[in-house]
């Protein structure tokens, strides 16, 4: 079964849910996108991705990339789709009309990349870092590179990489050995290694766009002294730069993208930004990139719910304990959607989806703000709230990914761990999005650590009460949804003071704080969709149930962690 995108869940969560329509019509650059066209844009998104791109998946995984002497050829079909892509102006969604986009707000580039996800993981990650190359360059590039390359990757006409990854640094980027030589007509001879670089070679595009983060020689060791450097397959005369791809990655998964290890000889390449700055210019692309790896957690558990659930529709056995049918009703009670266990499994599965997609959508409406508000307190509150829930959406949504796409094959039995039905190809590709992007515990220690801890809990505390304002407190499960807010709050102080005695206590509890977050961030979106849906029956019901009963609990188990492990720590002297 392919994947199908549900554009009137989306339309409910970001019109209804999140009233996303009125937010984006106050910013100036927006002021003409109507509930209308967003219905119309999610109408053709999910003609697009369901019709074009779903149906290349099995095969894509099957067939794979295929590496032949530098040259790397994609998967059947994957060419003409990525060119279809493009011709229908998909990557240029969100990017700036002076540059060849239609300056469409970011809330509507997630549902299609999180869509994209779910119905293609392989071929997504080709098109995946155009968005984060693209306002990197636009940000940080000088006129001849924004002139140059911006309208390209706008398009989608030219591919783009983030080279980050040497064999022996990953998260600890500091250690990056590649050279960067400057030249006299003001170039960059990039020479070195890197690793893990997604799409550095294929056949989608004439050219790649490699940003590469490298060292210059005069520079310092350590984080401070990298530069930013990009680095074209093909130079501006024409010629064939001196980039190539030594081999691809045989993978676990993502058999349809080519993990690719490229290697710089003497390549030429121009700065981005200034030298000795380039982790500042290439957060611009990580934290971006940070937001749609979190819908690609979502867009997969969606993906293997959609499995799970048709499947168990279909599958009978046994007659589950439940009350015969009526006369006149169907008797369904041998189906296995019927039996609790089974319930159990897809309606927590789908509370985990529906409400990391109104975070995820609320976050990219805050990227929206802070981008285009004119207000300064506004853009200030909007990248504090990014800056924030970025990490937790980006660590809890891949880790449901991936378990939740377990519990989703468990619905299958035997028949899931066999290939035929595909809940398998899920599992495999979503183990990776709680690696890359920063793995996982980096996201909680920089939650935490960097980010709550340095002002005792004051800046997440000011996000937490902007959520509260949003409820009412006379409905039991916001008050409820409030009250956990004022526990989370409190911990941040409590990790604080308990870190004076043991510095090593946040980075121990650091996953089990960023699991409280996104309990209490859950909460905070299932109370405002049952005000919207009222879940007394109908589509919101089970999985709001679900939520409440069989999710929320571990809150106050991740918090009793917590405030044990500080509770433990003996008072300074």
Same mark, same amino acid.
């Not at 030219?158 to 030589?181: F, I, K, N, Q, Y």
């Given at each position: 079964m392919n994947y199908q995108p549900n554009p009137e869940d989306i339309r409910f969560l970001q019109q209804q849910v999140l009233q996303a329509g009125a937010s984006l019509r106050a910013l100036p650059a927006f002021a003409e996108v109507d509930d209308a066209l967003q219905t119309q844009l999610l109408e053709e998104t999910g003609r697009f991705v369901g019709e074009v791109i779903a149906p290349l998946n099995r095969s894509g995984d099957e067939t794979g990339a295929h590496w032949d002497n530098g040259e790397v050829r994609m998967p059947p079909g994957f060419k003409e789709a990525y060119q279809a892509f493009v011709d229908a102006g998909w990557p240029a969604l969100s990017a700036s009309p002076e540059d060849g986009g239609q300056g469409l707000p970011a809330a509507l580039d997630a549902v299609l990349y999180e869509w994209l996800s779910?119905?293609?993981?392989?071929?997504?990650?080709?098109?995946?870092?155009?968005?984060?190359?693209?306002?990197?360059?636009?940000?940080?590039?000088?006129?001849?590179?924004?002139?140059?390359?911006?309208?390209?990757?706008? &398009?989608?006409?030219?591919?783009?990489?983030?080279?980050?990854?040497?064999?022996?640094?990953?998260?600890?980027?500091?250690?990056?050995?590649?050279?960067?030589?400057?030249?006299?007509? $003001? &170039?960059?001879?990039?020479?070195?290694?890197?690793?893990?670089?997604?799409?550095?070679?294929?056949?989608?595009?004439?050219?790649?766009?490699?940003?590469?983060?490298?060292?210059?020689?005069?520079?310092?060791?350590?984080?401070? $002294?990298?530069?930013?450097?990009?680095?074209?397959k093909w130079l501006p005369d024409g010629t064939r730069n001196a980039v190539r791809c030594e081999r691809i990655e045989e993978k676990m998964g993502l058999h349809a993208s080519p993990t690719c290890v490229m290697r710089f000889d003497e390549a030429t390449g121009w700065l981005v930004g200034e030298a000795g700055r380039g982790l500042a210019a290439m957060f611009v692309m990580m934290n971006s990139a940070r937001l749609h790896v979190a819908l690609q957690g979502i867009g997969l558990l969606d993906a293997a719910w959609q499995k799970a659930d048709a499947y168990a529709r279909e599958r009978r056995q046994m007659r589950a304990p439940v009350r015969p049918a009526s006369r006149g009703e169907q008797d369904t009670a041998d189906l296995i959607a019927e039996h609790p266990a089974v319930r159990r499994i897809l309606d927590t599965q789908r509370a985990w989806v529906d409400g990391a997609r109104l975070l995820a959508y609320r976050t990219a409406v805050q990227l929206d703000v802070a981008r285009h508000a004119t207000d300064a307190r506004q853009r200030e509150a909007a990248e504090r709230w990014c800056s924030f829930v970025t990490p937790v959406l980006k660590a809890a949504c891949t880790h449901q990914a991936f378990h939740g796409a377990s519990e989703c094959l468990q619905v299958f039995g035997g028949h899931g761990y066999v290939r035929e039905w595909g809940i398998e190809q899920v599992l495999r590709d979503a183990r990776v999005t709680m690696i890359y992007e920063g793995t996982n515990e980096i996201q909680a220690i920089d939650l935490l650590v960097r980010k709550v801890l340095p002002d005792a809990g004051a800046g997440f505390a000011a996000c937490l009460l902007e959520l509260r304002d949003e409820l009412d407190a006379s409905r039991e499960n916001e008050a409820d949804a409030q009250r956990r807010m004022a526990q989370l709050r409190y911990l941040g102080t409590s990790i604080a003071l308990a870190a004076k005695s043991d510095p090593r206590l946040p980075y121990e509890v650091a996953d089990d704080y960023l699991r409280v977050a996104m309990l209490t961030l859950m909460a905070w979106a299932w109370a405002r969709i049952e005000r919207a849906a009222p879940t007394e029956s109908g589509r919101w019901a089970a999985p709001a149930a679900a939520f409440r009963r069989w999710l929320l609990p571990e809150f106050d188990m991740r918090l009793g962690l917590v405030k044990r492990a500080c509770e433990g720590v003996s008072p300074a002297r």
């Open positions: 779910a119905a293609n993981h392989g071929f997504t990650m080709a098109p995946g870092l155009l968005h984060g190359a693209y306002e990197c360059i636009r940000h940080h590039g000088d006129e001849a590179l924004r002139s140059r390359y911006l309208a390209p990757i706008a &398009s989608g006409q030219w591919l783009a990489t983030m080279c980050l990854t040497e064999s022996h640094a990953g998260s600890d980027l500091g250690l990056v050995r590649t050279r960067a030589v400057p030249q006299t007509d $003001g &170039s960059q001879r990039v020479s070195g290694e890197k690793i893990f670089i997604s799409g550095g070679e294929h056949d989608l595009t004439e050219n790649i766009v490699h940003l590469v983060l490298a060292r210059q020689p005069d520079a310092p060791p350590g984080p401070k $002294g990298l530069s930013l450097v990009l680095v074209p």
